[in-house]
């Protein structure tokens, strides 16, 4: 390559100035997002689409936010997903899928919560693993953000100081998982960890991402201020900056003159993206699928089997002598349905994540369609003596209330500082304006649904951000007392990226389902659950406390913040704060036993073998956990493995689960590595993080690497 070729490699192949322009006017939906093209070398570099909720270019499928598929516990789901998402990817131009979000979910007012799979790392890490092995198996991947960013409003300005122990126990070993499965990309965070801008962290992005997990595919900086200093990033072992020429476009070759970085450095960076590429050729080099693989049946089938099994059952009490759910309305009768989210399409966050479904089965079509015989009555419940007249007729009263992309999401506003102003570049090359501008127009016009709507806020962006409140709104949290006054068969649905405070009111209603945002078929998937079809089996991939102020501390306008190894459940066990709902919680409509359980130390390799029986009068799905911690140690018990396991009623099955050894591993400060240490270990078999279960205890010989 020519040296202008090379530099052409390390940042995004638009203008900035055009570019921004054409994505006011919804151009991230409209095509992707290109880099690294060398023309006369005949390789294409790379094309990027955003997710996680499936491709965010053109009308594609909407599945249901990751949040809700952390809550199927179900990684051949997740995996499935991944590849109906790839090959969507791939019809749409793109060969790079940028959503396999993974930051920890340290607290539940993180705007973003419902990009990411829970707050524990093991069980992020297996969600995250199995999403990017499906999308692999058609095009590359790309995980996010490393590191430590779980505060949206104060993104662009706040430093997290962050212990050894802490970074590599807490908020690390998920991306070390994925990159053991083979990602092919890694973005970095907007936010400084100890000091250190993460595009321009040596100490991550080299130290510990490429010397110490052995990454060997290509790093991108988060989109327009992922960076700040163009020899600083480079140096660091970022790659590529995204999405536009702007930083490295106006400083690299002046860094480089004066020797603040090296050519060396500049063939490296190059030499992984072209790398990756190449070794992608085999996949890429297939035939792209065509545009009949967006929102097909087959995937809208996927949604909606992710819809029902992401429903998370809270509540189920007696009325009447029986469980209210599932419901079993007779024909004639009515059902009143409540709430302004019962009829609105209400997909999640309005940022980089916003996929623009053809269409969107909302939960009054599920309903209705699921019960034609039966009368579903309507009213958003701003008139509470209409829904209360509604209710108080009703055979049972359904009243869906939560959030919308309004309340939380990425933060697209004033990012905080004025000094990222000045890493505007002046006016575009006029070449390249002409020939953006040609590529945009030889495109197919991609338009917006129906039901997506004109956009003002945020350039077409919803705004977003950090939730104030872990609580409902006041006005839903009327409804629900007046519904539930009026008709003691209410049941309510909650529409949430991540945990709800209900301790004020849930013990007025009788049943409580976690909904979540939950993609185009959500609202079969939702009547799916409500009416018994699908067996309950979601279960919370966080904790649900009983008030805020259990929590660690949260500071959405922070400008540095101190991370400690304690967060969820681990936080709420230290300071023996009992949760309203636990990590790993759910109820069935059948029941379950652990009979016995027995671990079993071979060849190095820790296995649990637990025998399961399905106490109740019909099929069901459990989740079995396994939980541990080192007798004498500081650290806390955490999940090391959990399985899925579907029985018949009666029925009685063993399940055996290979422990995480990662899981089990230790941030040794002095060799800077992870290690198993020596000595006993105490295993717990259970259901949820609160749930004593079946104690075990294992011994291990000799400090190990994991």
Request: glycine share 10%; hydrophobic share 45%; proline share 5%.
């Amino acid at each position: 390559m020519t040296a202008e070729e090379k530099l052409w490699c390390l940042d995004g192949d638009a203008p900035l100035w055009a570019g921004l322009t054409y994505l006011g006017e919804a151009g991230y939906h409209k095509s992707p997002f290109r880099a690294a093209r060398v023309d006369r070398l005949g390789r294409p570099g790379f094309a990027f689409s955003d997710g996680p909720r499936g491709v965010v270019v053109d009308q594609a499928t909407c599945f249901p936010v990751s949040m809700a598929r952390g809550a199927t516990w179900d990684v051949d789901l997740e995996e499935r997903i991944g590849e109906a998402i790839g090959r969507e990817l791939r019809a749409v131009g793109a060969d790079l899928f940028g959503g396999v979000c993974v930051n920890v979910l340290r607290h539940p007012a993180w705007g973003r919560a419902q990009e990411t799979y829970g707050e524990d790392p093991h069980h992020v890490g297996e969600m995250g693993s199995a999403l990017a092995r499906g999308v692999q198996r058609h095009a590359m991947a790309c995980v996010k953000h490393l590191a430590c960013n779980s505060m949206e409003n104060a993104r662009f300005e706040v430093d997290i100081t962050v212990d050894e122990v802490a970074l590599h126990e807490v908020y690390l070993p998920h991306f070390r998982r994925i990159v053991d499965e083979g990602i092919a990309v890694v973005m970095s965070a907007y936010n400084s960890v100890n000091g250190e801008w993460c595009g321009e962290s040596r100490a991550l992005l080299t130290d510990v991402l490429r010397s110490e997990w052995g990454f060997d595919g290509f790093v991108i900086s988060d989109w327009i201020f992922g960076i700040r200093d163009a020899a600083r990033s480079l140096h660091a072992g970022l790659d590529v900056e995204m999405p536009y020429r702007m930083i490295r476009a106006q400083h690299l070759e002046r860094a480089l003159q004066d020797g603040d970085v090296s050519w060396a450095e500049v063939d490296l960076a190059v030499e992984r993206v072209v790398g990756t590429r190449i070794r992608f050729d085999p996949i890429l080099g297939r035939p792209a699928p065509g545009r009949e693989v967006l929102a097909c049946a087959d995937h809208r089938a996927l949604a909606r089997e992710a819809a029902a099994k992401s429903v998370v059952l809270l509540r189920n009490e007696p009325v009447g002598g029986a469980p209210l759910l599932p419901l079993q309305p007779s024909p004639g009768s009515s059902l009143a349905l409540l709430g302004l989210l019962a009829t609105e399409v209400n997909l999640g966050d309005g940022g980089s994540s916003d996929v623009w479904a053809p269409d969107v089965v909302t939960v009054a079509d599920g309903l209705r369609a699921a019960l034609p015989e039966v009368r579903v009555d309507v009213a958003d419940g701003s008139d509470l003596d209409e829904a209360v007249s509604m209710a108080s007729t009703a055979g049972v009263a359904v009243v869906v209330v939560g959030y919308t992309r309004l309340d939380e999401g990425e933060f697209i506003g004033d990012p905080g500082t004025t000094d990222l102003i000045g890493l505007f570049p002046g006016e575009d090359d006029p070449a390249l304006v002409e020939r953006f501008t040609e590529e945009i127009a030889a495109g197919r016009s991609i338009e917006p649904p129906a039901h997506v709507g004109p956009r003002a806020e945020g350039g077409g962006f919803a705004v977003g951000g950090d939730r104030r409140s872990l609580h409902l709104h006041d006005v839903d949290v009327a409804l629900i007392r007046a519904a539930a006054a009026a008709n003691p068969r209410t049941v309510v649905a909650l529409v949430a990226g991540s945990a709800v405070v209900i301790s004020e009111w849930d013990d007025a209603v009788p049943a409580v389902v976690q909904s979540w945002y939950s993609g185009m078929e959500g609202g079969h998937g939702l009547a799916d659950v409500l009416l018994g079809r699908v067996d309950a089996t979601g279960r919370l991939p966080f904790s649900v406390p009983r008030n805020e102020a259990d929590l660690p501390g949260f500071a959405p306008e922070a400008d540095a913040f101190v991370y400690d190894a304690w967060h969820g459940y681990w936080h709420l066990a230290r300071h023996g704060v009992a949760p309203a709902y636990p990590f790993g919680f759910g109820l069935s409509y059948t029941s379950f036993t652990l009979e016995k359980a027995e671990a079993a130390l071979a060849g190095g390799e820790l296995r649990v073998t637990v025998t399961v029986r399905n106490a109740g009068r019909r099929p069901g799905t459990d989740v079995v956990q396994v939980y541990a911690s080192r007798r004498g140690s500081s650290r806390p018990s955490r999940l090391v493995g959990f399985a899925r396991i579907e029985l018949a009623a009666g029925r009685t099955a063993a399940v055996d689960l290979a422990i995480c050894a990662a899981g089990l591993a230790e941030r040794d400060v002095a060799s800077h590595s992870m290690v198993v240490r020596a000595g006993l270990y105490d295993l717990r078999v259970a259901r949820h993080a609160a749930d004593g279960g079946i104690a075990l205890q294992v011994e291990i010989a000799g400090r190990t690497e994991p």
